[in-house]
């Protein structure tokens, strides 16, 4: 037997037509309806290959996928090939803009493959390499670090544990040179790797993410990313439940989050280099509050997306422009899209700040 992961980092959601206080632009987000299973490659299979792509697609006017593109991949075509018949094989109803057809532009998927049971251990030739940038970054030595680190990413068909080890040295080589951006978005990566589709002991035990995970967490508290930071703290008391570390980490979050109950906050966001490249940026963050504001923009910003349990909608905006998510959409992540390195500030104001229908 055989078990693929393609899991969808987020996924398109279909928008429900509720009653809001939004401007009257009306956008209906494309809805999947069929798609073909993945297929293991037979080649892949006998080589006991698995892997892992980042990737992204449109959705054209007629319903289906355009465009396909790997961001980032292990480099086995194999494998790159069967999830990109799988997505080319989707069939949607098309989004539409004020009841016109729109193309549309997917998130950033992931999928990841891998045969039945845990995959393969990284191999001697991998580790040999991974000790000596991982001796180097120790010694201080981050020249050198970066050089052997930079030829280790160039090699193909690295497997999901490699993978892994790959990106906690880049966590490990961020931290020292300071770049907390950047020590934040390969912390995500190595995130990305724990309780694959449920199984939560894929490739390493829990102790293994824990400290990955507090990175990610004072990284969302420096940044006032209050709502992401609460969903970490639950994360860790899920991962390391009944320790001390869970415990102070969930009372925390919940001082800071009682510390501007009654006040508006400021998240300062900026649009990061994605790790695969390229010049457009995802940044996105989970709301806690209902009414929210855009301020400060710097460089260009596409498009301001909500992502809602029960809800989903593009956002007109211009810069000052506040709006209110109405409470029946449940809980909301905000996505921002644009090119990298635009900065901004969500303001998350107190509730009664903005009339209806502002």
Not at 146 to 153: H, K, N, V
Not at 244 to 264: G, K, Y
Not at 289 to 316: A, M, N, P, T
Not at 344 to 354: K, N, P, Q, R, S
Request: contains cysteine.
């Amino acid at each position: 037997m055989r078990r693929i992961h393609a899991c969808v980092l987020r996924g398109l959601i279909a928008f429900l037509p509720l009653h809001t206080a939004f401007a009257a632009d009306d956008y209906v987000f494309a809805k999947l309806v069929t798609r073909d299973a993945i297929e293991y490659p037979n080649i892949a299979r006998v080589h006991d290959n698995d892997g892992w792509a980042y990737y992204t697609f449109n959705i054209g006017t007629d319903g289906r996928a355009h465009d396909f593109s790997i961001l980032e991949s292990n480099g086995l075509t194999s494998l790159n090939e069967a999830l990109r018949e799988s997505i080319e094989s989707s069939v949607y109803e098309p989004a539409r803009y004020n009841g016109v057809a729109v193309t549309e532009q997917s998130l950033v998927g992931r999928a990841v493959f891998m045969l039945e049971g845990k995959p393969g251990a990284a191999r001697r030739p991998f580790m040999r390499n991974y000790r000596r940038i991982q001796s180097a970054l120790q010694d201080g030595e981050l020249d050198a670090a970066w050089l052997q680190l930079e030829e280790l990413s160039a090699k193909t068909g690295l497997s999901l544990y490699e993978e892994l080890y790959r990106q906690s040295l880049y966590v490990m080589y961020y931290g020292l040179t300071g770049d907390k951006d950047r020590e934040y978005l390969h912390a995500t990566r190595v995130l990305d790797f724990y309780a694959e589709e449920g199984d939560k002991s894929l490739l390493e035990e829990a102790e293994y993410f824990v400290p990955f995970l507090v990175l990610v967490y004072q990284y969302e508290m420096a940044t006032m990313m209050l709502g992401h930071a609460s969903l970490s703290a639950q994360w860790l008391e899920q991962m390391a439940p009944g320790t001390d570390l869970a415990a102070q980490m969930r009372a925390h979050s919940e001082r800071v989050i009682a510390r501007v109950e009654n006040q508006e906050f400021w998240i300062r966001g900026k649009l990061l280099t994605p790790i695969y490249g390229g010049d457009r940026s995802t940044w996105t963050t989970r709301l806690l509050r209902r009414e929210i504001e855009l301020r400060d923009v710097s460089g260009q910003i596409d498009d301001v997306l909500l992502y809602c349990e029960r809800g989903v909608k593009r956002l007109s905006y211009t810069v000052g422009q506040g709006w209110i998510v109405p409470a029946s959409w449940g809980d909301c992540d905000l996505y921002v899209t644009g090119v990298s390195g635009a900065t901004f500030v969500i303001a998350e104001l107190v509730d009664g700040t903005l009339a209806p229908g502002g």
